[in-house]
């Protein structure tokens, strides 16, 4: 799941994103196609992942973007996830 919500950020697939949000966390819309100047994606780094219990998992990663020419930046988070009628559902995550 982590990786296709990388690739869905990098591809701007903004409905995929919150068809795989959890209802209780999802906001209405992210704006991806109103992002000025839009992110370059450099790429995903999962470092850990687990599953607590069956219907649940926590994976920490680092993903790497560019804005505009400015620097690369990092994204590191330590997401949850839970699984609803067989479907992995992204929660939140703590940044660090």
Same mark, same amino acid.
């Given at each position: 799941?982590?990786?296709?919500?990388?690739?869905?950020?990098? +591809? &701007? #697939?903004?409905?995929?994103?919150?068809?795989?949000?959890? *209802?209780? =966390?999802?906001?209405?819309?992210?704006?991806?196609?109103?992002?000025?100047?839009?992110?370059?994606? +450099? &790429? #995903?780094?999962?470092?850990?992942?687990?599953?607590?219990? *069956?219907? =649940?998992?926590?994976?920490?990663?680092?993903?790497?973007?560019?804005?505009?020419?400015?620097?690369?930046?990092?994204?590191?988070?330590?997401?949850?996830?839970?699984?609803?009628?067989?479907?992995?559902?992204?929660?939140?995550?703590?940044?660090?």
């Amino acid at each position: 799941m982590m990786r296709s919500r990388y690739s869905a950020y990098v +591809l &701007g #697939l903004e409905t995929y994103l919150l068809d795989t949000w959890h *209802a209780s =966390t999802r906001p209405d819309a992210l704006g991806l196609a109103t992002q000025s100047p839009k992110p370059t994606w +450099l &790429g #995903l780094s999962v470092k850990r992942d687990e599953n607590p219990t *069956a219907e =649940t998992a926590i994976v920490e990663f680092v993903a790497r973007m560019r804005i505009g020419g400015g620097r690369a930046e990092r994204i590191h988070e330590v997401s949850r996830f839970v699984r609803e009628d067989g479907r992995w559902f992204y929660v939140d995550g703590d940044l660090s």
